[in-house]
């Protein structure tokens, strides 16, 4: 019993918007996973989900390698498995069905099933790891192997028990000693194909890295089930073998550290930037990070020594009676000198904004557009509250979750409880603010051209001429906005 077949419940095909911006980034939560049991002995492959059409398509795959654990190791890395939508979740019940059938144990870690082990572990599923599951995952393993029976001594499972009920043990303490993970196994992953499809999408190669796991912050719409709110990281020492690695491999153009938040602990950043230009390891990047973190000027200015370009930065609301309802901990005004200061150092600053949370009326979304508007981010992300188990949001408005409780694919921007404004309101003004957002940078682009006239070029001519589109559409949302807000 030596042979592990892992997968992940991410089908691309089954996210249009995802699909058709074609910039994909490989299961890195997989690969570690894979990476400590190959370490272990284990003979793994891997069934990258990824760019597969469907589900079924597992069924040859299991017939050739005949593994004796087929795992489903969701990359807890990347948000929109958090999200947990129910297109990847059947995919995921499909896959344990087809796994069981071919003689197959079956464990399963994502966020989604440790949400909800028990319909996991009724659809097919054997084991659910709950948390953090490299090492629980090397521990059942080696259970199993050597033929022990009772499970309820590993922590951070759950498994149906004699008497047919669904059980947990107790949790796992997180991993603390991240360096002491062996690099992800990157040579399982098909990696031109990863590459062909940024090529054609952008023009350039982006990979995906981790630094750190897990976020001491209390944003109260925001779950946590794998690393909860514990903040544990790399050395950079670490973080700098693995790109050393990556670069001698691919041909890489681009990093996005897909941490919570980069950076976070004292002076790592400082040091970080100092080891990449001293191996001369400077790389485009882009990372996630906080607003009252980057109102630190030499924070951010070895950011952008170090290669950054781009920030996301989760703004969220112009409002601070919003912001405040969230718990998120930070300012309007901070938001402002974060983004003042990453422009300055040359990097560019997008924001995340989020519409629909309890509370917000009217002023509140104006307050968040006039912020957008002024500020001008480099690119917006625009959602709608969407609340997920384990969260103090969800537990406000779980009353009106009745008949959804998921999105089925990350584009269907629906809000699925009661509101200020019914939830044709909140995708109409999804519509309405990016129209918005776009003239705005239009008409900047003209007072930089006229104020500029010998930086004229092709690209800012268009963006200036965009204008011509940006305001009669802008008006027309705005229009049928206006007429949603009277029904």
């Given at each position: 019993?030596?042979?592990?077949?892992?997968?992940?419940s991410?089908?691309?095909?089954f996210?249009?918007?995802?699909?058709?911006?074609?910039?994909?980034y490989?299961?890195?939560?997989?690969l570690?996973?894979a990476?400590?049991?190959?370490?272990?002995g284990?003979?793994?492959s891997?069934?990258?989900?990824m760019?597969?059409?469907?589900?079924?398509r597992?069924?040859?795959?299991?017939?050739?390698?005949r593994?004796d654990?087929?795992?489903?190791?969701?990359?807890?890395?990347?948000?929109?498995?958090?999200m947990?939508?129910?297109?990847?979740?059947e995919?995921?019940?499909?896959?344990?069905?087809?796994?069981?059938?071919?003689g197959?144990?079956?464990?399963?870690?994502?966020?989604?099933?440790?949400?909800?082990?028990?319909?996991?572990?009724r659809?097919g599923?054997d084991?659910?790891?709950i948390?953090?599951?490299e090492?629980?995952?090397l521990?059942?393993?080696?259970?199993?192997?050597?033929?022990?029976?009772?499970?309820?001594?590993?922590?951070?499972?759950?498994?149906?028990?004699?008497?047919?009920?669904?059980?947990?043990?107790?949790?796992?303490?997180?991993?603390k000693?991240?360096?002491?993970l062996p690099?992800p196994?990157?040579?399982?992953?098909?990696?031109e194909?990863?590459?062909?499809?940024?090529?054609k999408?952008?023009?350039?190669?982006?990979?995906?890295?981790?630094t750190t796991?897990?976020?001491?912050?209390k944003c109260?719409?925001?779950?946590k089930p794998i690393?909860?709110?514990?903040?544990?990281?790399?050395?950079?020492?670490?973080v700098?073998?693995e790109?050393?690695?990556?670069?001698?491999r691919?041909p890489?153009d681009?990093i996005?550290?897909?941490?919570?938040?980069?950076?976070?602990?004292?002076?790592?950043v400082m040091?970080?930037?100092?080891?990449?230009?001293?191996?001369?390891?400077?790389?485009?990047?882009?990372?996630?990070?906080?607003?009252?973190?980057?109102?630190?000027e030499k924070?951010?200015?070895?950011l952008?020594?170090s290669g950054?370009?781009?920030?996301?930065?989760?703004a969220?609301?112009g409002?601070q009676?919003?912001?405040?309802?969230m718990?998120?901990?930070i300012?309007?005004?901070?938001?402002?000198?974060a983004?003042?200061?990453?422009?300055?150092?040359?990097?560019?600053?997008?924001f995340?904004?989020?519409?629909?949370?309890?509370g917000?009326?009217?002023?509140?979304?104006?307050l968040?557009?006039?912020?957008?508007?002024?500020?001008?981010?480099?690119e917006?992300?625009i959602?709608?509250?969407?609340?997920?188990?384990g969260?103090?949001?969800?537990?406000?408005?779980?009353?009106?979750?009745?008949?959804?409780?998921?999105w089925?694919?990350?584009?269907e921007?629906?809000l699925?409880?009661?509101?200020?404004f019914?939830?044709?309101?909140y995708?109409?003004l999804?519509?309405f603010v990016?129209k918005?957002?776009?003239?705005?940078l239009?008409?900047?682009?003209?007072v930089?051209?006229?104020?500029?006239p010998?930086?004229?070029?092709?690209?800012?001519?268009?963006k200036?001429?965009?204008?011509?589109?940006y305001?009669?559409?802008t008006?027309?949302?705005?229009?049928?906005?206006?007429?949603?807000?009277?029904i």
């Amino acid at each position: 019993m030596n042979n592990i077949l892992f997968s992940h419940s991410y089908f691309l095909r089954f996210d249009p918007k995802q699909w058709s911006l074609g910039q994909p980034y490989a299961p890195l939560g997989t690969l570690y996973a894979a990476a400590l049991m190959r370490e272990n002995g284990y003979n793994v492959s891997l069934f990258d989900t990824m760019f597969v059409e469907d589900p079924n398509r597992v069924i040859p795959v299991l017939e050739k390698i005949r593994p004796d654990f087929f795992v489903i190791y969701d990359d807890g890395f990347n948000y929109l498995t958090k999200m947990c939508l129910t297109n990847m979740r059947e995919a995921a019940f499909s896959m344990c069905k087809m796994a069981k059938a071919k003689g197959c144990t079956v464990i399963v870690s994502s966020s989604d099933s440790t949400d909800r082990y028990e319909e996991y572990l009724r659809e097919g599923a054997d084991f659910v790891i709950i948390g953090e599951a490299e090492h629980t995952l090397l521990e059942l393993v080696n259970h199993i192997e050597t033929g022990l029976e009772d499970h309820t001594a590993i922590q951070g499972l759950a498994f149906i028990n004699k008497d047919n009920k669904a059980i947990k043990t107790i949790p796992r303490p997180v991993l603390k000693d991240l360096d002491s993970l062996p690099l992800p196994a990157w040579d399982l992953v098909d990696m031109e194909r990863y590459r062909e499809s940024w090529l054609k999408s952008v023009g350039y190669f982006s990979i995906n890295m981790g630094t750190t796991r897990g976020c001491p912050f209390k944003c109260n719409w925001c779950a946590k089930p794998i690393y909860g709110n514990r903040y544990n990281s790399r050395s950079p020492e670490n973080v700098i073998k693995e790109l050393k690695l990556l670069k001698d491999r691919y041909p890489i153009d681009h990093i996005w550290f897909c941490d919570d938040i980069f950076g976070l602990k004292p002076g790592w950043v400082m040091e970080f930037s100092q080891l990449i230009q001293k191996e001369n390891l400077r790389t485009r990047f882009k990372i996630q990070s906080r607003a009252d973190l980057l109102v630190d000027e030499k924070l951010v200015a070895s950011l952008a020594a170090s290669g950054c370009e781009n920030i996301w930065m989760g703004a969220e609301s112009g409002s601070q009676k919003i912001l405040d309802a969230m718990d998120k901990g930070i300012t309007v005004e901070q938001i402002q000198i974060a983004t003042k200061s990453m422009k300055k150092e040359g990097i560019k600053p997008s924001f995340f904004i989020q519409f629909g949370y309890p509370g917000e009326d009217k002023a509140d979304i104006a307050l968040t557009i006039k912020m957008i508007n002024e500020l001008l981010p480099f690119e917006i992300g625009i959602s709608v509250s969407y609340p997920l188990p384990g969260t103090v949001f969800y537990d406000r408005v779980k009353a009106d979750l009745k008949k959804k409780t998921n999105w089925t694919d990350s584009d269907e921007m629906a809000l699925m409880f009661s509101n200020t404004f019914p939830p044709t309101y909140y995708k109409q003004l999804h519509k309405f603010v990016h129209k918005n957002y776009h003239m705005h940078l239009a008409k900047n682009s003209i007072v930089k051209l006229i104020k500029n006239p010998l930086a004229i070029n092709i690209g800012s001519l268009k963006k200036a001429l965009s204008v011509f589109y940006y305001t009669p559409a802008t008006y027309i949302e705005r229009l049928k906005l206006n007429q949603l807000e009277r029904i």
